[in-house]
């Protein structure tokens, strides 16, 4: 099994062979510490290796994408995962 590169997790396996894409940066939003690690070690297992950002509350998090925007930042987040309560 090859090492995947930085932020980028398998899609297909075809021939015993891994592909991988960049999905970019991903913001984990929850009030639970516990849960942000959960889904942290979800994505781990999935094969996700690149930059995730937590936030535990709504504010943190249109603080993260805002900064991300104004920043200009090219590996703006590509998904957002949060809690709906």
């Given at each position: 099994?090859?090492?995947?590169?930085?932020?980028?997790v398998?899609?297909?396996?075809?021939?015993?062979?891994?592909?991988?894409?960049?999905?970019?940066?991903?913001?984990?939003?929850?009030?639970?510490?516990?849960?942000?690690?959960?889904?942290?070690?979800?994505?781990?297992?999935?094969?996700?290796?690149g930059?995730?950002?937590f936030?535990?509350?709504?504010?943190?998090?249109?603080?993260?994408?805002?900064?991300?925007?104004?920043?200009?930042?090219?590996?703006?987040?590509?998904?957002?995962?949060?809690?709906?309560?």
């Open positions: 099994m090859s090492i995947p590169p930085q932020g980028s398998p899609t297909a396996k075809a021939n015993n062979t891994e592909q991988y894409v960049n999905v970019g940066k991903i913001l984990i939003v929850d009030d639970d510490k516990f849960n942000c690690d959960i889904i942290d070690g979800f994505l781990m297992i999935l094969g996700f290796q930059n995730k950002v936030a535990y509350n709504g504010e943190q998090a249109v603080k993260e994408v805002k900064n991300s925007i104004d920043e200009e930042d090219p590996y703006r987040f590509s998904l957002i995962l949060m809690d709906c309560s």
